[in-house]
């Protein structure tokens, strides 16, 4: 069983930075995995904000975040991280790991517990 652990978040000012991470533990490998990172502000949809292929590294971003947030990930200690950067108050909301993997015709996903990120303007 794959477990997911956020820490990181916090109150800030608008345009200050934080930094998200997402410990991943229980997998064999995660390789196979890819790691995003969601986010949902009250009253609101969860949304895609970024993703990690782990084994290329290839990254993907949501229109709102891009050239703000970072996704990255370190292979030694199995941890994703999100790098905000120039944070607006809409960035306010909890932001969930989740990682991903295809085991044949079947699809896992993983969730953690959340953390939350509070801007104020």
């Known amino acids: 069983q794959v477990r997911l652990v956020e820490s990181g978040g916090g109150l800030v000012q608008a345009g200050a930075s934080l930094r998200l991470s997402c410990a991943a533990s229980?997998?064999?490998?995660?390789?196979?995995?890819?790691m995003a990172w969601f986010r949902q502000a009250p009253g609101k949809e969860r949304e895609f904000v970024a993703g990690i292929t782990w084994s290329s590294g290839s990254t993907d971003y949501s229109d709102s975040v891009k050239g703000r947030f970072t996704i990255s990930r370190d292979n030694a200690k199995n941890t994703v991280y999100l790098q905000m950067n120039s944070l607006k108050p809409e960035d306010t909301a909890v932001y969930y790991c989740?990682?991903?993997?295809?085991?044949?015709?079947?699809?896992?996903?993983?969730w953690g517990q959340g953390t939350q990120v509070t801007v104020s303007s």
């Open positions: 989740r990682a991903r993997t295809v085991v044949g015709a079947l699809r896992y996903d993983y």
């Open positions: 229980g997998g064999r490998t995660f390789n196979s995995y890819v």
